[in-house]
Structures are given as structure tokens and as C-alpha cells.
């Protein structure tokens, strides 16, 4: 909106609101958007005063820029075209207000007091009588009785019969706040409302004159106009908190002002006598029709406490009082004397807690408590009755208690839910879930209307549940405080967050919050009573609020809907009903809109495209409709609007557009195109036995060529079959490598008997830092091409190298019972190559390589390890000892366990080493072989074996063998 407080309000022919504002501002909601339009080349004034004449003209006063006829108003942007109407038509810059007549005559307030008036493009003064004279006039009104009201400053209002001039003067002395009067509004039932400059707002009625202000929920003193809607809503807007909205509904509100002594109300009440009695925190106040509040309090020595929480009146005319913390009380209003305290249900309360009272059969009193409820017969001498879960009660906690028309008694607790009590037995009602009930209520069909703690209503009928109400029904919030029905079988919801009306007839909610006259903003626990007039009282945090018996009319008025634009292919259009579209415009989005003052967020849809939609679309809160892909056809779209009143708009709005067919949908289109697809259906079908001919022709030279080829892949593929196996042999021992091929897996076996030899370099990393990686890596590689060629020799089976260390097996995978012995020759050999190496190295100026060689025999398990990349190992004990043999060994040594030893002793000379520390085995017999012996050596060194004992270990001289 635009800024600047609100100073005139117009509800136009079409249900648009105008609004204008103290800084010249003009704003114009359409139930959609508010729009902030500029006027002319732009008023700084402030607007004074909006009418529509009956062309549907929009007219401006203003307080310094005369007055303004406006324009149409555009459908896009903010500029509007206007005309000003200033002192060359006889009309004054600044002005007040203005009104227009039921004769179609607009009337101006100037400033000092002049009325000039408008006709048919004529202007001419309003001819009033002279005792008003004595004031300078502020606005003018005209009733729909067709007198004249007439606002002065300090004079009050005036009400003008124009047939008689006779007059009748409204002021402080006959019920006024101020005289001091501004505007003026008339109400649906023909009341008027008078605008005051301090003192709110005053209503004449046949009844007299009465004021509302801020202690009775206006929310503003300076009242600067009043207007009616569509709906039937008043609309009061403020200099200084906006716009207020009163529905019609007669509140009035109780305070500290009436004698209430806390602003709190927990519980209420009317006697017999017609007086009302509010507990509060600090005790009980009564109000009658006439005369002085009455206390009763714990100061005055008529309570035990001041904390009062229920209020219910016998058949005998006590009045029982619930306590936050002092039990049950029994008060008789009679005697006025010190309320007696019910101590056989207080002194078993949990607390000396009530949470809730009713009253049951004569003589019967029904009282809830943290711990149970009891049903309680005062003068009878017996024990109050106790239900608890036990019992049958739902839950022990005990929030509400109900007694419905039929007798039967309805208990609310936390959690459990509802419990129902006939002929003394006490029965839960198991509604499938969890939910603290906290109020009842039964409507005049006799329905249970059951509150509900963060759940909204239930709707019980013989115990089962058929309704259900939530904030998506339309109340002000889910968790319920109070429940009461009118005089006229109106439902009463008091929330947390203001009133809820259920219209029984309507079956539809309406809402009043603060800004619709409720000032109580949120209902106390159970705080409500029906009024011997048919009105109801509702106890609140801010006092208590009583809603009128008066009868009114229901009002039922639908929000105003209409269609307010299209686009056809994501393109503005104009509104012409009846428009074809061409089948290329086929995205089509519609949009619509209603206006509905009294609660817009309430406002939901329902459109249908006939021609299209079967049914009516479910109700939506969306203002329009998309349609991507229409085909052609002929439609009507049509949209209606509901609020929480339940009302359908009646007719919905419609509007009519068709969508023309292609070319190619046409009649002869498809005749030719049968034709077509017959002619090419007999070409594709010549043509394709043809192509079938020559394809077989082709298909048998084929056939040939691939023959001869599958034969050729055959031979190649036997041959790359022998160098596969060949490949293999080289990574796998022979055993190991067929039992892959036919099995696919080779299965890991123990072997007692295993000599495993490991090698290692001594001085490599320091040799390696002087090296680039390929001479590394080929001196490395030459190395241990020597180490395989002397380890095939003697029938080991190389198993891996790591880095420079190199390891293999002697009795892998085939048993040798000589695997000691061959071990050991193939040792000496690697350690005289060694040393001819470093020999070598050491001549040429190199770092020498040194190898240390440690040898261990025993039991070890073999086999081939992963599922790529093949690789056969063994593992056991017996590894790790070997290689710590090497690890513990000398450079240029031989170094074998005592286990090994045993085995070779027969043909080695060997130096005892004792028992040597290795890591994480402990001490080991350790034994450095120096050389064959004499009887064996085919040498005088003994490094090489004789004839004899190469043929005793199975080896040919002169021969290499490989694993």
C-alpha cells in the first residue's frame, strides 16, 4: 500500500477497494494485489474523501489540491488519468470530505465551512438549516433513509430530515466520546456510524447512541472513515493502526473499567438472578444490570484462596467454586458469608487442585482433579465415588467434564482422551488415537462437539467419530479452549488465537479476532456460559467478552469472482469472449481472482474447463489455471469462489474461447493420406522381396568367406594356445598350471618337507643412490636372471622377489627328499657368483653388492593366491624363520638353521654359530656353511659338488632343470 495513514476507503461497483492516504497516496486491491496508483502528474495532499458517481466515475477530494475525477483504470502499471475540479468550478483547493447523494448530487466539505455540490456538471451550494451555522462542517453523509448527517468541529453530529429540515443534534451530552466528527457509515441493518477525531467511534440506533473505542476493540481514537462491503463488513479506518473490520456480531467486553479485578478470567458464569460472576486470580467479581461490582475474596475472609478456576450454580442456589489450590468451595450467594470448604472431595484432590467442575442429577456434582474424578453428593454422608483408570477412566488427569442432554457424563483427560460415565460405569471412548480433550459441547442436533488440545474438533455422534475440524476447515487455530452454543444454535470455538462461529444451518466458520471486536485474544480453559438472553460469555486473558443475543441475518454473500486475464502462448490477450485460436496457440493459462475483505486467505477455488474437464477440479487456493497442450475443440471455462461462510459463487464466472484444428485433421487430408500410405505399403513390399533375393546371394558368398576364415582362426588359435601354456609354465610350476585349466582354481596344499632359501643385498641402497633407475633396475634384473638359471639347475622353485631380495623353495610343489641338500648347492653357487660379482664391481670402482643367504627347512603351506594376475606362494612358520636366517646372517654367508643343518650335515662342512637372537623368534641355532665336503666337492674349494653326489641328489651333470 502506499504510505501515509489510510484517510477515505470506497467499495466500488465491481468489489474493488480504494484507499487514500494522509500523503496523497491512492491504492486500489482487487481481492488479488494491491496496486499503488499515481494520479495525474501526482497529488501530495492528503485525500480526504473517494466516491463513485453513477456512471461508475471515481471521484478525489483533497485537503489542498481541490477534487479529481479519475479515469479508467489501466489493467497494467500504476499511472491513471485524471481531471481536477478547482476554484474555476467553484470548488476550493483544500477540502474535508465529500459525499455523493442518492440523487446522484456529489457534495464537498471545504475548509471553513463551505458545501458546494456537483450535478450534471453544475455546481451550487447545499442549503441546510441555520442553526448549524454556529459550526464549521467537516463531513457530509447521506443515510439510506435519505437524511443528511452533518459532522462539525465541536459541535457533534447532526441529523437533517430534507423534506422538513427538521434536525437532530448527537453529542458528549446523549453518549458521544468526542464532538469532534469526521466522517461518517451506515451498517447493514441501518445504523450509523460516526467518525470522531479522539473518542473512536459512536453508533445512533433506535436504541440509542453507543461508543466503541479502544477498551471495546477499536484499536484506534481517531476514527478517519467507515464503510460498508459487499460482505456486510464494516471497515473503520484509523489515523493511527490501519484498518479495522467489524463482522456485524455485537461484542462487549468486560474489564478492569467494569470492575474486574484481574484481567484474567478463568471461569464465568450467570445465576439465577441474571447477574454474571467472574473468577479470576484474585477472587470472584459480580456484575449486575445495575448497581456496584460485588468481591468476594480471601481479603474479605470468604475464600481459602483467590485462585478460581470453575463456577457452577445448583438446583438450590449455591454456587460451587473450583480452586486452582484450595480445593472445592460451596459459596452461598444468600448469606454472602465465608464459603464452606467440601472437604470429602478436597482433601483427595491432588494439589487441592479442581480441573475441572459440572454439575450432574440434582444433588449430584461432578469434580476433576490431577488424580482421578469424583462424583460427589453433597448432605448425603457418603464417600465421594472415585474414578480412575482403574476405574475405567480414560486418564487421571481429568481436563473437562460435560453433562450432554441425556444424562450422560463426558470426562476430557490428557493424552487418553474421552471418557463416557451412564448409570455410574465409566467406559473410554477409543477413537484410534492419542489426544488430550480439554472442552464439550452438544449442538442442537444433538451431536458431541468434542475440543481438543493441538488436534482442532472432533464430532461425535453415538460415540463415533464423524466430523473433524482443523485449521484447514477454517478454524483460528487447532488447540481448543472453550466450547458453547448460542441462543440460536450457533457453535462457539474459543482458541488461543480469538472466536470461531459454527453456523449450524451454513455449515461454515467465521472468524473474529482482535480486529473484528473479539479484544480477548485468547479463551481461558472451559471459561464459557450460554446467557439466559441466548447470548454466551467467554472468560479470556484480557477480561471477558460477551457476544450479543441480538437475532441477526446470517449473511451468506459469496466472494465476488472474476476473470481478470489470459495468455495464449506466454502473451497477454485481451478479454473477447468467443475467440478462436489457431492449433499452433495451444498453451493457454487463465487467470482469475475474487474479493473478499473480510478474510482473503480463506478464499478457495474451484474451476472446469468444459470441453475438456469432466468434473470440477479440487478446490485450490491458486488464481489460475494452466493448460500446456489443449486440443481442438470448443470451451468454456468456468471458475467459483468460496470463503469459510461455505457459499459457492452463483453463477460462476465464465468465459468462452475455441481452438481451431490443423490443416492436417481435415477430411481430404486423411483421404490422401490413406492412399499414401497404401501406394508406398505395395512399393516397400516389391522392393523389399527383391532386396531379400540379393540378400541371400550375398548371405551364401558370405557364408563361404566366413567358413574359410573361422578355419584360419582355428589353426591361429591353436597356435597361441602353445605359447599361452608356454607363458604360463613360466609363471606357475607345471602341476599348479594344469590344475588352473581344468578346474579354474588351484587348491592350496601343506607340504612337511620345504627348504626355503631367501636372499638379500647388502650395501644396495647405498649402491642405488649412485645409480640412475635403469641401470638399477638392469643390473637387478641381471642378477637375478643368474639366481633363476642356478636355482632351475637344482630343481627349486622360485617363488618372488622383493626388491633385492630374492626367495625360493626347495619341495615345492613336488616332494624331494633331497630338498635340503639341492637348497644348500644352489646357496654356494649364488654366494660364489656374489662374490665374483663384487670382485668385478669393486675393479671397475663401484659400490660392491653383498649378499647375505639364509636358509631354513620345514613344513609350509603352497598355492596360488588372487583371481588376476596369478602368482604361487607359500606361507607358514617356516618363511618367516628363513627369513630370519637371512636377516640374522653375516654379508657374504650362508646362513642355515639347525633344523637344516641336521638334514645336510652329511655333505657340508659347517660352523656352528650357537644360539642367535632373531626378531620375534627367540633364539635359534644358527650355522654358517663353509663349504662341501671333501668326499662330495668335485673342487679343492668345495663349491662345487662331485659326479657321485649330483647323481645321489638326482641331478645330471652338465644339465639344467627347471621347476
Not at 67 to 92: D, F, M, R, V
Not at 107 to 124: H, M, Q, S, Y
Not at 906 to 924: L, P, S, W, Y
Amino acid at each position: 500500500m502506499a504510505s501515509g495513514g489510510v484517510r477515505a476507503l470506497l467499495v466500488d461497483k465491481d468489489g474493488g477497494l480504494w484507499a487514500g492516504h494522509l500523503e496523497g497516496g491512492l491504492t486500489h486491491f482487487d481481492g488479488r494485489r494491491f496496486r499503488t496508483l499515481t494520479v495525474g502528474s501526482g497529488i501530495t495532499s492528503a485525500i480526504t474523501g473517494i466516491v463513485q458517481d453513477r456512471s461508475g466515475k471515481i471521484w478525489l477530494s483533497t485537503a489542498g489540491q481541490a477534487a479529481w475525477s479519475l479515469g479508467t483504470l489501466p489493467e497494467e502499471g500504476n499511472a491513471i488519468t485524471a481531471e481536477q475540479h478547482g476554484e474555476a468550478s467553484g470548488i476550493k483547493n483544500k477540502l474535508l470530505s465529500m459525499t455523493e447523494f442518492q440523487d446522484g448530487t456529489i457534495c464537498f466539505v471545504e475548509d471553513g465551512g463551505g458545501l458546494p455540490t456537483i450535478k450534471d456538471g453544475r455546481t451550487a451550494d447545499l442549503a441546510l438549516p441555520g442553526a448549524l451555522g454556529l459550526f464549521n462542517p467537516t463531513s457530509v453523509f447521506q443515510d439510506s433513509h435519505g437524511n443528511i448527517w452533518v459532522g462539525t468541529q465541536g459541535g457533534g453530529a447532526f441529523r437533517v430530515e430534507p423534506k422538513t429540515n427538521r434536525f437532530d443534534r448527537f453529542d458528549i451530552g446523549n453518549g458521544m466520546n468526542s464532538n469532534t466528527v469526521i466522517c461518517f457509515g451506515e451498517d447493514g441493518v441501518g445504523n450509523v456510524w460516526i467518525g470522531t477525531i479522539d473518542g473512536g467511534a459512536s453508533v445512533v440506533s433506535n436504541s440509542g447512541v453507543r461508543t466503541y473505542g479502544l477498551n471495546n476493540g477499536l484499536h484506534g481514537r481517531f476514527v478517519r472513515c467507515v464503510v460498508r462491503d459487499r460482505e456486510g463488513n464494516l471497515l473503520i479506518g484509523t489515523s493511527d493502526s490501519g484498518l479495522d473490520i467489524f463482522k456485524g456480531d455485537r461484542f462487549v467486553s468486560y474489564d478492569e473499567a467494569d470492575g474486574l479485578i484481574d484481567p484474567k478470567v478463568f471461569a464465568v458464569m450467570e445465576d439465577r438472578n441474571g447477574r454474571t460472576w467472574f473468577g479470576t486470580n484474585a477472587g470472584i467479581v459480580i456484575l449486575s444490570k445495575s448497581g456496584a461490582p460485588e468481591f468476594i475474596t480471601v481479603q474479605k475472609g470468604q475464600l481459602t484462596t483467590n485462585f478460581i478456576r470453575s463456577l457452577k450454580e445448583d438446583e438450590k442456589g449455591y454456587v460451587w467454586v473450583g480452586t486452582e489450590n484450595g480445593g472445592l468451595l460451596r459459596y452461598d450467594p444468600r448469606s454472602g458469608g465465608k464459603a464452606v470448604d467440601a472437604v470429602e472431595v478436597s482433601g483427595s484432590l491432588a494439589d487441592l487442585k479442581v480441573t475441572a467442575l459440572e454439575l450432574g442429577q440434582p444433588g449430584e456434582i461432578w469434580v476433576g482433579g490431577l488424580n482421578g474424578l469424583r462424583r460427589y453428593l453433597p448432605g448425603s454422608g457418603t464417600v465421594p465415588t472415585v474414578y480412575t483408570e482403574e476405574e475405567g477412566l480414560a486418564g487421571n488427569n481429568v481436563t473437562s467434564i460435560y453433562r450432554d442432554r441425556n444424562g450422560t457424563i463426558w470426562v476430557g483427560s490428557t493424552v487418553n482422551g474421552i471418557t463416557r460415565i451412564d448409570n455410574g460405569k465409566a467406559v473410554r471412548v477409543d477413537l484410534g488415537r492419542s489426544f488430550a480433550a480439554s472442552c464439550f459441547t452438544q449442538d442442537k442436533e444433538g451431536r458431541l462437539w468434542v475440543g481438543t488440545e493441538g488436534q482442532g474438533i472432533i464430532v461425535l455422534e453415538n460415540s463415533k467419530e464423524v466430523q473433524r475440524f482443523t485449521t484447514e476447515e477454517g478454524l483460528l487455530s487447532n488447540t481448543i479452549k472453550a466450547l458453547g452454543v448460542d441462543g440460536s444454535g450457533h457453535v462457539w470455538i474459543g482458541t488461543n488465537k480469538g472466536l470461531n462461529k459454527w453456523r449450524h444451518k451454513k455449515d461454515g466458520f467465521i472468524a473474529f479476532t482482535e480486529r473484528a471486536g473479539f479484544t480477548g485474544i485468547e479463551v481461558k480453559p472451559n471459561a464459557v456460559c450460554t446467557l439466559e438472553n441466548g447470548g454466551i460469555l467467554f472468560g479470556t486473558v484480557n477480561g471477558a467478552t460477551r457476544v450479543g443475543s441480538e437475532q441477526e441475518s446470517d449473511r451468506s454473500v459469496p466472494p465476488l469472482v472474476t476473470i481478470r486475464a489470459w495468455k495464449v502462448n506466454l502473451e497477454d490477450r485481451p478479454l473477447l469472449m468467443d475467440m478462436s485460436l489457431d492449433h499452433t496457440e495451444r498453451n493457454v493459462r487463465i487467470v482469475y481472482g475474487s474479493v473478499a475483505l473480510s478474510d482473503p486467505a480463506a478464499v478457495r477455488y474451484q474451476y472446469r474447463l468444459e470441453g475438456l474437464d469432466e468434473a470440477w477440479q479440487p478446490i485450490t487456493t491458486t488464481t489460475e489455471a494452466h493448460y500446456p497442450a489443449l486440443p481442438a475443440g470448443n470451451y468454456t471455462f468456468k471458475v467459483k469462489a468460496m470463503d469459510r461462510t461455505g457459499e459457492w459463487t452463483d453463477p460462476p464466472a465464465e468465459f468462452r474461447f475455441s481452438m481451431l484444428p490443423p490443416w492436417y485433421r481435415s477430411w481430404w487430408f486423411y483421404t490422401a493420406l490413406a492412399l499414401f500410405i497404401a501406394i508406398t505399403l505395395f512399393s516397400y513390399i516389391k522392393v523389399r522381396e527383391r532386396q531379400l533375393r540379393m540378400r541371400n546371394v550375398i548371405l551364401e558368398r558370405k557364408v563361404d568367406e566366413r567358413t574359410a576364415e573361422v578355419v584360419a582362426q582355428s589353426k591361429e588359435i591353436e597356435g597361441q594356445k602353445v605359447e599361452i601354456e608356454g607363458l604360463l609354465l613360466n609363471i606357475l610350476p607345471k602341476e599348479i598350471s594344469e590344475e588352473l585349466k581344468v578346474n579354474g582354481k588351484a587348491t592350496a596344499r601343506r607340504h612337511e618337507e620345504v627348504s626355503v632359501m631367501f636372499t638379500d643385498m647388502k650395501g644396495f641402497t647405498k649402491a642405488a643412490e649412485k645409480m640412475t633407475p635403469e641401470e638399477l633396475v638392469n643390473e637387478l634384473d641381471e642378477c637375478f636372471i643368474h639366481f633363476d638359471d642356478i636355482i632351475g639347475k637344482y630343481g627349486l622353485e622360485k617363488i618372488k622377489t622383493i626388491g633385492d631380495s630374492y626367495m625360493c623353495a626347495g619341495g615345492v610343489p613336488r616332494s624331494d627328499k633331497f630338498h635340503a641338500h639341492k637348497s644348500v648347492l644352489a646357496g654356494l653357487e649364488i654366494r660364489e657368483l656374489m662374490a665374483e660379482w663384487k670382485r668385478q664391481r669393486e675393479a671397475k670402482g663401484k659400490v660392491p653388492w653383498v649378499l647375505r643367504i639364509g636358509i631354513h627347512s620345514g613344513p609350509v603351506v603352497a598355492g596360488v593366491v588372487g583371481k588376476r594376475k596369478f602368482a604361487y606362494d607359500i606361507w607358514g612358520d617356516t618363511v618367516n624363520t628363513a627369513s630370519r636366517m637371512e636377516s640374522s646372517g653375516e654379508p657374504g654367508e650362508l646362513n642355515i638353521s639347525g633344523d637344516t643343518y641336521e638334514l645336510v650335515k652329511d655333505c657340508f662342512e659347517c660352523t656352528h654359530r650357537g644360539q642367535v637372537e632373531a626378531k620375534n623368534k627367540g633364539k635359534i641355532d644358527m650355522y654358517f656353511v663353509v663349504r662341501i665336503k671333501p668326499e662330495c666337492s668335485a673342487d679343492k674349494n668345495g663349491t662345487r659338488p662331485n659326479e657321485a653326489l649330483l647323481k645321489r641328489l638326482g641331478l645330471e651333470v652338465g644339465t639344467e632343470q627347471f621347476a
